[in-house]
């Protein structure tokens, strides 16, 4: 893990250019713009406690995007407890000290809220708003007031977990991606909590109590494991002195992140037959990679490229133009921790996934013995380029891709380093990546089959 | 940034017979080119439905002077996708590009529509690519409850075809089928297209030159009839996947369209009930109070002509019958007594303060202007909308709903296990388990 060294940089970092004055009395750095695609520039700030702010100046729509990335996911859950980072995150729009339960909603959608929703994953929980511009100040207090005076009643949290199993019912039980997904991580994974869902086991959610939340709020919800990204028509000085006033009085946990367990290397090939209910058989094949935060994160989105990105990708070629399947993709589940590269492939009726398989095997042989040609690397490069600006045509848009990264590998900033990379990748390194990676013995393959 | 170096211009055109609009926009250097044909599965003739579908995604397999591998190839170079969509009363070919390709881009889009080569191989793996994906849908219930609904729903009416069309009649297609059906759509009269991004209007002459040039057809499409069908009474419809641990359930009567002066009363008065509010009341009493679904909504398909009008969510099995019957009383109350001033003030509040994000990005801007052509709206309907709502009371929305709720020629219909659900749903709802029809989920 780098996180401690980049951690160390920041700090000392900081205290060189921590500003003066009243408006920056809690304010740890404060980085200059620094320009993101286009025309937009982003603003970084640390707060002493250590909340992090991030500000992207979009004034083409009189409204904002308002994002909280928080640095907690399923891996900070324990067997037993599988689900509470996500049952939790439902419990977020209940009452504070201040709202009593709804007040918040009511609130939000009077003042013209726009997609509110909240999502966890295994690294992260984000919050997310957007809302005309004359309403910041409403969701920074809002926002400030959740993130330490929540309030877990016992009702509340009953109901709100049955809610949760509807909402796992429906994502897993009764969906064949969704059980294959499932399967995939817990098959691939065996000792990190990359292996349990990130929506929980039944069994764990009927056992959890409103005092788990309570627990879970206590031990990890605070500024410093925080990321506030703003993204439309706002003045960023303005935006700094209300965030600072709201927030910069909040006390840091600093909870240690603990023992988290990291996966031993997987030495032999893992095989599994799923039953579902489907017509037509599916294929999911897995290859451990590397953490995201790794140098070799922009080879993998080139193979992605190469392999299953456009119409005219290997895969595309081998697979659905030959009428052997309907849809063919893959791509890098890159994580804090090592992740999974993903190929996966619905089958045309009659054809057989292990018959995918080996094509794919092949288009992967292919391109462990010989190097990819300078006009393909083109192709995918111009298609890399063009789906990291459709990344940012939206403030949501823009504000998720500022909080992914600053989340998930300390500073936003790698996200732009990505792309830089991505556009510096040769062929040899393309060669080098898939050899070390890409092993068959190593891999972890499920067969979507139709149930008797 | 600056405001000065948005450039933000709306420029809308007719001197072609296609009608032309676009909008310039800085701030990406991506473009956005929308090509949209009235006409969509509703114009499947009987027993060929999904050949609107066949023929738009044909397009892009091949014209007369590229196969359907250099058209991806040129694609993938240029940083550019184009992707088709079948909706009901239109179709889509939507296009995205890297600005910098904005001139060859336009030029195989031209090709595209204008010589497309409808191969017979392409066709057959075409053909056997959608059925396989038509089986695929199957998996997803909440995908199956939409289109098996409204099969039943409009049996005999253009709005009953699927707008990826029926595995049979799929099968039974030939190139032919397509060809005449591409002859029938593309008339350039009825063309839209709708641009953004960043690039100047000019860059598009030529293009539209082109297409008037070489498009020539005159042909008609069908209106669509009115539905005159309706649900009589309370009908009950399993739609039976097996193994199912929660059932996806859609309860719709017919619903209304954009000429009734009462719609805006009606959206309101939706967003109230189960519009796309957390605090909706279907939301509050179904999902906060009970615990019963994990979401929870009501909301408006809108046609030329009327088409429904629905509520959804989705219980676990046990919680179904419980559930069906108290958004059967939740329906039945709104027709009685309307939403309250209190509900009435907050989805006033809500509508109109929101109204900005209807119209924030040129990709919205775009899609409004597609509906508002398509079914002949006023041009900013859309942006409009806050200022009708605005306007209304609650005394007008309750009148409305009195009159457009219809408690009682309602369809229930679910995609669930019959052997679970079907005696527990009839005694739930006090019918004979006979009344309640059951119908396989595949089609």
Not at chain 1, 280 to 303: G, Q, R
Not at chain 2, 123 to 146: P, T, V
Not at chain 2, 314 to 342: C, M, R, S, V, Y
Request: contains cysteine; aromatic residues 8%; proline residues 4%.
């Amino acid at each position: 893990m780098q996180k401690f060294p980049l951690l160390l940089l920041l700090t000392l970092t900081s205290l060189a250019i921590t500003s003066c004055g009243h408006q920056a009395q809690n304010i740890k750095s404060d980085s200059s713009a620094k320009n993101v695609a286009g025309n937009f520039e982003v603003k970084r700030v640390q707060f002493k406690n250590g909340l992090k702010l991030l500000i992207l100046k979009d004034p083409s729509s009189p409204t904002f995007a308002y994002q909280t990335w928080f640095n907690i996911g399923s891996r900070n859950e324990v067997i037993g407890k599988t689900g509470l980072a996500h049952l939790f995150e439902h419990m977020m729009f209940k009452g504070t000290k201040n709202h009593k339960e709804g007040e918040f909603d009511s609130i939000l959608e009077q003042a013209g809220v726009e997609g509110e929703n909240a999502f966890t994953s295994n690294d992260h929980t984000v919050y997310v708003q957007e809302l005309p511009k004359e309403h910041l100040d409403l969701i920074i207090n809002l926002e400030s007031d959740r993130m330490v005076n929540l309030l877990v009643n016992d009702e509340s949290f009953k109901t709100e977990r049955e809610v949760v199993q509807n909402e796992r019912r429906f994502r897993k039980e009764n969906s064949a991606e969704g059980t294959l997904y499932q399967t995939m991580f817990e098959t691939a994974f065996t000792e990190s909590p990359y292996h349990w869902p990130v929506i929980g086991y039944e069994q764990d959610l009927n056992l959890m109590t409103a005092q788990d939340a309570r627990d879970f709020y206590e031990k990890f919800y605070s500024p410093d494991r925080a990321t506030i990204v703003v993204v439309g028509d706002v003045n960023e000085n303005e935006v700094i002195k209300m965030v600072e006033k709201a927030y910069g009085s909040l006390q840091p946990k600093n909870t240690p992140d603990g023992d988290i367990k990291r996966d031993v290397e997987q030495t032999a090939q893992k095989r599994k037959k799923v039953p579902l209910n489907i017509q037509s058989e599916k294929l999911w094949m897995a290859y451990k990679i590397p953490e995201a935060n790794h140098p070799d994160t922009p080879v993998f989105e080139v193979i992605q490229g190469i392999l299953s990105d456009g119409m005219n990708s290997r895969l595309n070629r081998a697979l659905v133009n030959t009428g052997i399947a309907t849809s063919v993709s893959s791509g890098s589940f890159s994580m804090r921790d090592p992740g999974i590269y993903v190929f996966m492939a619905d089958l045309q009726k009659g054809k057989s996934a292990s018959l995918a398989e080996s094509i794919i095997l092949r288009e992967i042989e292919k391109l462990k013995n010989k190097p990819i040609t300078e006009e393909e690397l083109v192709r995918v490069k111009s298609l890399l380029k063009f789906h990291f600006y459709e990344k940012l045509t939206t403030a949501s848009g823009k504000a998720h891709f500022l909080g992914e990264f600053e989340t998930a590998y300390g500073n936003f900033d790698a996200g732009l380093n990505l792309q830089k990379e991505i556009m510096k990748v040769t062929p040899e390194r393309v060669n080098q990546v898939i050899n070390q990676y890409f092993e068959t013995k190593k891999m972890t393959v499920l067969t979507g089959v139709p149930k008797k | 940034m600056n405001l000065l170096s948005i450039l933000i211009s709306l420029v809308s055109t007719s001197v072609f017979a296609s009608d032309f609009s676009f909008e310039a926009d800085h701030s990406l250097p991506l473009v956005y080119v929308n090509v949209v044909m009235k006409g969509g599965a509703t114009q499947d003739p009987d027993g060929k439905n999904g050949v609107t579908d066949l023929m738009t995604k044909l397009m892009l397999r091949g014209t007369k002077q590229k196969t359907k591998q250099q058209i991806d190839q040129t694609l993938d170079q240029l940083g550019a996708e184009i992707d088709t969509e079948t909706r009901a009363e239109y179709v889509v070919l939507r296009g995205s590009v890297l600005s910098e390709n904005i001139v060859p881009f336009l030029s195989l889009l031209e090709e595209i529509i204008t010589t497309p080569s409808f191969r017979p191989t392409e066709f057959e793996k075409l053909k056997k690519e959608q059925i396989s994906e038509i089986y695929d849908q199957l998996n997803n219930d909440q995908k199956l409850i939409r289109t098996r609904y409204d099969q039943i729903f409009f049996q005999g009416h253009p709005y009953s075809k699927a707008n990826f069309g029926k595995v049979k009649d799929i099968q039974s297609l030939t190139a032919s089928d397509v060809q005449n059906q591409y002859k029938r759509i593309f008339d350039q009269s009825r063309m839209l297209v709708l641009a953004a991004g960043d690039t100047a209007e000019t860059s598009f002459k030529s293009f539209l030159s082109d297409i008037n040039q070489k498009q020539n057809f005159k042909t008609s499409i069908d209106p669509i009839p009115a539905f005159t069908n309706p649900p009589q009474g309370l009908r009950v419809v399993i739609i039976d996947k097996p193994e199912r641990t929660q059932t996806q359930i859609v309860i719709a009567q017919q619903g209304t369209n954009f000429q009734n002066p009462s719609l805006d009363a009606l959206q309101l008065a939706n967003f109230a009930f189960g519009g796309g509010s957390f605090l909706s009341r279907l939301m509050i009493e179904l999902r906060v109070k009970r615990g019963w679904t994990y979401g929870a909504g009501s909301a408006f398909k809108m046609g030329s002509q009327a088409h429904t009008w629905r509520v959804s969510f989705f219980p676990k099995n046990g919680d179904t019958p419980p559930a069906i019957k108290e958004a059967l009383k939740l329906i039945k109350d709104l027709h009685d007594h309307g939403i309250t001033q209190e509900e009435f003030d907050a989805a006033k509040r809500s509508m109109v303060n929101s109204a900005g994000f209807n119209y924030n990005t040129p990709s919205k801007r775009i899609e409004n202007m597609l509906v508002e052509k398509i079914f002949g709206l006023p041009a900013g309907y859309h942006k409009d909308m806050a200022k009708r709502i605005q306007d209304i009371t609650l005394a007008e929305a309750n009148a409305a709903l009195k009159v457009f709720i219809q408690p009682d020629h309602l369809m229930v219909g679910l995609v669930g296990t019959a052997s679970i659900s079907k005696a527990a749903i009839a005694k739930e709802l006090a019918i004979p388990e006979q009344k309640i029809e059951v119908v396989n989920y595949s089609f």
